[in-house]
């Protein structure tokens, strides 16, 4: 019974969390339209992405909230649901196996994967498939930094409050089963 009850619980903080980063990246886009989801962006949601530090679930979570939120995005090409999706999955995947390692108490290389893993997928995405004419390394570059710099805002700038915050409170464990 009790193996019933974690793997509720686990599917609750994933749907949850998975609601949470919709719920965010749409009220971001009421706000300042474009600024979640245009070709240059800082989605807030994103630093959920410290979730990962506190619960496994967080990985299907945010990786489920990014396809949906991409799947509800207007003008969203197909081969960004896969791109997308699986730059916040090897985030997330990386970012829970590095989530005990600190700096200045803080889970920073966690926080740094989204911007490694979006930098690169969605940069090399952007300058192929976004861009018109042959692709340029180049190209590539300044794409991925501009994408790096919107994840940077979004995980390390809010990120690391958000950790700060979630592990005064404690709250994961004063719900645990």
Not at 125 to 131: C, D, L, S
Request: net charge positive.
């Amino acid at each position: 019974m009790q193996k019933r009850k974690k793997r509720t619980v686990f599917m609750v903080e994933a749907s949850v969390i998975a609601a949470l980063y919709i719920v965010l990246c749409y009220a971001q886009e009421l706000i300042l339209p474009s600024s979640a989801t245009g070709a240059i962006q800082v989605r807030i949601a994103e630093a959920l992405s410290v979730l990962v530090c506190f619960t496994p679930a967080a990985i299907p979570g945010l990786t489920v909230g990014c396809l949906v939120t991409n799947l509800l995005t207007v003008g969203v090409i197909p081969t960004d649901l896969i791109l997308g999706t699986l730059a916040t999955f090897l985030a997330c995947v990386t970012g829970y196996a590095l989530r005990s390692v600190k700096l200045f108490k803080t889970p920073f290389l966690t926080l740094l994967m989204p911007v490694i893993f979006n930098a690169i997928i969605i940069g090399l995405e952007i300058e192929i498939f976004y861009v018109e004419g042959a692709f340029t390394f180049t190209g590539f570059l300044i794409q991925g930094a501009l994408v790096g710099l919107g994840e940077l805002i979004a995980c390390i700038g809010l990120g690391i409050p958000l950790y700060l915050m979630l592990k005064k409170i404690d709250i994961f464990n004063k719900f645990k089963v």
